[in-house]
């Protein structure tokens, strides 16, 4: 069995395998080992050498941009590592094109050997004509140096598949190459997130703020006010509603490819915990946001509720769009985005009614212009979602990078901050007013309506589970969609 360690070192730079002989010290030692971590992730996004163009001299090339000559390893360590990330960062997005390029063209290439044999070809790859074997997916006989952690875990890196080489349920619109293998196991989808996949980015756009939002959270909790402050009760049920969601979506993009039935339920608790951010939203709106003349009214009595409502059907009809889409994809995409518009129109009523008051009079609230901010990133994001640009206009070329679901993210995590940032101006504002405690949401009210939702949100995911035998096989579907 070759020794997968020894494939990663013999692609670094004699210098790292041998340290020059003026460092010494255990400390200098630490630093090349730091540095060499620090390359493999972004080698290990490459994937595996034998995935990649021949042209392999940029492996060794990126290694060695992490100590540029010219800095002297043992004295400036930091500043060494400073100048090699960005160059790093560079050369591996035009490492990954190159890459991609000749992916494709050694796909072209195999296809028009093989046309004779009953292969046929497209734009995205090749596709065993009915009643041949496919091709099957080669063992990878080869790591490379990208590989040094899968080795040190003595784990492989799964092969990518193009978009006729995945059932049509995994299919995205515009997005032909880079698929993760549709059974994978979950150590192989936990180890995807460290392999530049088409799911790659969408993995991390979202995990790395969930912990942004965790950080506020237990800022909140720790400071002055916390949790005994019946004021702070509703920022606290919003935020954390802020960091189950990224969490929930980046864990729905990482085990998404274990199985069709998998895939399916993954997606079910990301639209769960989607529309209990929506939810979160109405408690903080509710609590702060609500403008003076409709506090204490009617319809301020009446907001939670309703929005405890949507938040069930919110739910029910993205889980319910799931089954929809083999038969009707263009009707289930509509069911899905009208599920999630449609609470957030419904609970920034307030809000719209705050920014015609501004409109109509002058005012002077610094809240309403991070207000606006969100507003236009909530809109966005919608657009995003619904449009699929840019991958739409330029099929393939948004294959890892670019595409409109890593957009979707960062702009409803954008949209998501500034949101949150005039929530709290609002928040702050309010309290010096020292509204009285009795137009704020209770604790009970809070507590009840998140208990509510979760327990009715996940009555339907255990019922939509249990259903999915009943949905249709999507083998035989023609056109590709998104989830
Ligand atoms: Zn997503």
Known sequence: MRMLGAACTSQIPSRYQQPPA????SYKASVVLLEKVLACPVLLMLGPSTQRSPDASFTVQLVSLLAPPHLPLSRHSLHTVAHGILPVLYQSFLAVRRDR???????????????QQGVKCSQAGCEALPGLVPREAKPQTSLGAGALICAMLSLKLPRLLSINQVPKGYQEQGILFGYRPPRSSAADCLLSVFQMTNETLNIWTHFVPAWYFVWTLVGRLR???GREDPHSWPLLAYLLTCCIYPLASSCAHTFSTMSTRTRHICYFFDYAALSMYSLGSALAYSAYIFPAEWVNSTFHHCYIPIAV???????????????????????SKASRTLAFVYPYLFDSIPLFYRFYLC???SCTEAAILVHYKHTIFAFLTCFIFASH????????????????????HVCGIIGT?????AIMMDMAERHNRLLPTSLLPSSLQTLGSMGICMAVSLAVIGL??????????????????GH
């Open 417 to 421: 901050h500034f949101q949150m940032e």
């Open 22 to 25: 003026a460092i010494t010290t």
């Open 223 to 225: 400071g002055p006010g």
């Open 464 to 481: 939509c589970s249990m259903s999915l035998s009943f949905m249709p096989e999507p083998l035989h579907r023609e056109k590709p969609h």
């Open 101 to 115: 390029r000749w992916r494709r063209r050694a796909e072209r290439q195999r296809c028009q050997s093989h046309q």
């Open 309 to 331: 409502f949507n938040t069930v059907v919110s739910t029910s009809l993205s889980c319910y769009s799931r089954f929809l889409e083999v038969e009707w994809p263009r009707f």
């Open 359 to 361: 409109a109509a009079e």
């Open 389 to 408: 640009l840019p991958e739409r206009l330029a099929p393939g070329h948004f294959d890892y990078i670019g595409h409109s679901h890593q957009v979707f």
